[in-house]
């Protein structure tokens, strides 16, 4: 799982700075949710609709497409997180929204480029 972290970690900080630097601020670990998000697919965390079209995807594409969904949802929620404290990123890392609108997220996914 290593190798995904560090995957991860160079995207995240390239892709949704801000955030990053937060959790990094606050000594949030990507394996505090993240691991819960690459095992399941996000079966656990998201809604059946929204997890169906991700796991089509994930099919399709490959591991990266964990990737590209995990920062589309950071993106997503990235004002929020920036006024939050630990407990609170945490907790909303752990325990998304049931509401998350899957339009955006496939917007978010989209505007993504990984070189």
């Known amino acids: 799982f290593t190798r995904h972290t560090r995957i991860f ?3 995240f900080s390239d892709h949704v700075p801000a955030t990053y ?5 606050l000594e949030i670990r990507d394996d505090f949710y993240l691991l819960d998000w690459c095992l399941t697919v996000f079966c656990k965390a998201l809604e059946v609709p929204l997890v169906s079209r ?8 490959g591991e990266i497409f964990i ?3 995990a920062l589309a949802i950071l993106k997503l929620y990235e004002k929020q997180l920036k006024d939050s404290s630990f407990e609170e990123c945490l907790g909303f890392m752990r325990k ?3 509401d998350i609108p899957e ?7 989209n505007g993504i480029v990984i070189a």
């Not at 991700?54 to 594409?61: A, P, V």
């Not at 339009?103 to 996914?109: D, G, S």
């Open 96 to 98: 998304l929204p049931e």
């Open 9 to 11: 970690q160079k995207l």
């Open 67 to 69: 990737y590209l969904t």
């Open 21 to 25: 630097a937060k959790f990094r601020e």
């Open 54 to 61: 991700i796991w089509d995807c994930f099919l399709l594409e």
């Open 103 to 109: 339009k955006q997220v496939f917007e978010l996914i």
